[in-house]
C-alpha cells in the first residue's frame, strides 16, 4: 500500500518542477513543522484504564493558524497524519484561506467504545493538546468517525482549560447551538456537488443524464448522493465498510440513508443487488465519488475505471500511479484538495462567525460556499489549460502560488 506521506510529497514535488520554484520551497514544505504524540489514559465501563495513542499534525503557520480535522479510526498512523495536514495546507491554499493545516487523529475503532468511553477520550485528547491548539494557534474540526457531538465535548474541555471561559472559536464542525455553522454539515458533500457541476459543464456533460457511483456512505458521501440525486443523477451504487449495494435503476438515496442509519450499513437494502467493493469502483458511470479514506484507485484498478470525471471527497483516494494512468485515458479527477475544500470552508465560516458573534442564515453561507467553490475551480481549471497539467498539478499550482509568497514576505526561503 502507497503511504500517504510519499503521495504527497510527490505531489508537492510535481507541482515545484513545473512551476520552476527554487528547491527551498519544496524544502520548507515537504514535512510538517510539529507533529505531537500524545497517549491518552481512558478510564473504560468495566473499571480498567486503557491508554490510546493519539496525534496532532501541524503542517505550516505561514498563511495563518494550523486547520484540519480529527479522526478516530483503528488504522490511523503519524505519517498518514502527517500526510493528511500537508493536504490541509494546500487545500486551504487553493481556495484562499488564511489557513494552514493540521490534521489529528486517534488510533481507536470509535464503533466498539460506549458513549461514556467515546466522550473521555475525546476529552482526554484535548487535554493533553490543549496547549498546543487555539483559535489563532491551530483549530480541530471533524473527519473520520467524529462528528459535531464530539466537537461539543471538545470545545468544552478546552474552555475548561481556559478557566471556564468559552472558546467556540478553538473547534469547528460543533452544534449550531454551540456556536456551530448552517450548512456546515453538508458542506464538504456541497461543495464537492458544486465541483462536479462546474467540471460537467466544462466537459458538456449534462447531469440530469448522468450517472454516479459513492464509495463510503459517511458524511460526505452520504450527503454527496443526496445532492446529485437532487439535480437528477442516478446513483447506480454505494458501498460502506461493510459492503457495496448496486441498483441499475438508481438507488432511492433518501431509502437508503434510512436503511444506513437503521441498520448500520448500506448492505442489505432492498431492490439493491450485492457488489464487491472493487466492483464499485469499476462500474460504468460518469462521475464516481469516493469519498472514503486513502489508497483506493491504485495502478491495479485504474485501467478499469469507466467514469468520465472522478471527484475525490475523500482525502488521497488515488496513488500518483493511478493518476497518471487516469490522465493517459482522460480521466478528469476533481482533486481532494479542491473537490473536498467545501468542509474546511464553511468551518472558516463558522470561525469567522464565532470571533463575530454574529450568526449567519443558511442561504448566506450557501452563497458564500457557492462562491468561494466556484472561483477556486475556475482558477484551478485556468492553469490547467494554460500549463497541460492534470488538475491536481494545478490545484497545487494555484495554492503553491499564494504559499510561495507568504515564504518569500516572511523570508522563510
Ligand atoms: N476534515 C475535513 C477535511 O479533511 C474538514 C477540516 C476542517 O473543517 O477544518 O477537509
Not at 87 to 99: A, E, H, I, Q, S
Amino acid at each position: 500500500m502507497k503511504n500517504a506521506l510519499t503521495m504527497v510529497q510527490e505531489q508537492l514535488q510535481q507541482a515545484c518542477t513545473v512551476m520552476n520554484l527554487c528547491e527551498d520551497v519544496y524544502e520548507v514544505l515537504k514535512l510538517p513543522q510539529r507533529c505531537l504524540q500524545v497517549s491518552i489514559p481512558v478510564k473504560m465501563d468495566d473499571g480498567r484504564t486503557k491508554t490510546f495513542v493519539g496525534y496532532r499534525s501541524q503542517h505550516t503557520d505561514a498563511l495563518g493558524p494550523c486547520k484540519g480535522g480529527i479522526r478516530f479510526h483503528p488504522d490511523v498512523t503519524q505519517e498518514e497524519v502527517m500526510a493528511l495536514s500537508m493536504w490541509m495546507t494546500f487545500k486551504c491554499g487553493v481556495v484562499g484561506l488564511p489557513y494552514g493545516g493540521g490534521k489529528g487523529g486517534v488510533v481507536c475503532d470509535p464503533r466498539k467504545l460506549s458513549q461514556g468511553e467515546l466522550e473521555r477520550l475525546s476529552r482526554g485528547y484535548i487535554r493533553i493538546l490543549a496547549r498546543n491548539l487555539g483559535a489563532d494557534q491551530d483549530i480541530p474540526a471533524p473527519d473520520v468517525y467524529t462528528d459535531s457531538q464530539i466537537m461539543a465535548w471538545m470545545m468544552d474541555e478546552y474552555s475548561k482549560s481556559r478557566a471556564g471561559i468559552n472558546q467556540f472559536g478553538v473547534i469547528t464542525g460543533k452544534p449550531i447551538i454551540l456556536g456551530g455553522s448552517e450548512g456546515r454539515d453538508s458542506a464538504t458533500a456541497q461543495g464537492c456537488a458544486f465541483a462536479i457541476r462546474d467540471a460537467a459543464r466544462k466537459l458538456d456533460i449534462r447531469l440530469s443524464q448522468s450517472t454516479a457511483v459513492i464509495q463510503g456512505f459517511g458524511n460526505a458521501g452520504a450527503h454527496a448522493a443526496r445532492l446529485l440525486a437532487d439535480w437528477d443523477v442516478d446513483i447506480l451504487a454505494a458501498s460502506d465498510s461493510s459492503g457495496a449495494v448496486y441498483s441499475a435503476n438508481g438507488l432511492n438515496v433518501e431509502e437508503l440513508i434510512q436503511h444506513k442509519d437503521s441498520t448500520g450499513s448500506v448492505k442489505g437494502f432492498g431492490g439493491s443487488e450485492e457488489i464487491s467493493s472493487d466492483e464499485l469502483l469499476t462500474l460504468d458511470c460518469t462521475i464516481l465519488v469516493p469519498a472514503a479514506l486513502e489508497n483506493q484507485i491504485t495502478e491495479q484498478n485504474a485501467a478499469d475505471i469507466k467514469a468520465a470525471i472522478i471527484a475525490e471527497a475523500a482525502n488521497g483516494p488515488t496513488t500518483p500511479e493511478a493518476d497518471s494512468i487516469l490522465y493517459a485515458r482522460d480521466i478528469v479527477v476533481i482533486p481532494d484538495i479542491l473537490a473536498n475544500a467545501g468542509g474546511v470552508i464553511v468551518s472558516y465560516y463558522e470561525w469567522v462567525q464565532n470571533q463575530m458573534g454574529y450568526y449567519w442564515s443558511a442561504e448566506e453561507v450557501h452563497k458564500k460556499l457557492r462562491t468561494a467553490m466556484h472561483e477556486a475551480f475556475n482558477a484551478t481549471w485556468e492553469m490547467r489549460e494554460l500549463k497541460g497539467v492534470p488538475l491536481r498539478t494545478a490545484a497545487y499550482m494555484v495554492s503553491l502560488d499564494r504559499l510561495h509568497e507568504a515564504l518569500q514576505l516572511r523570508s522563510w526561503i
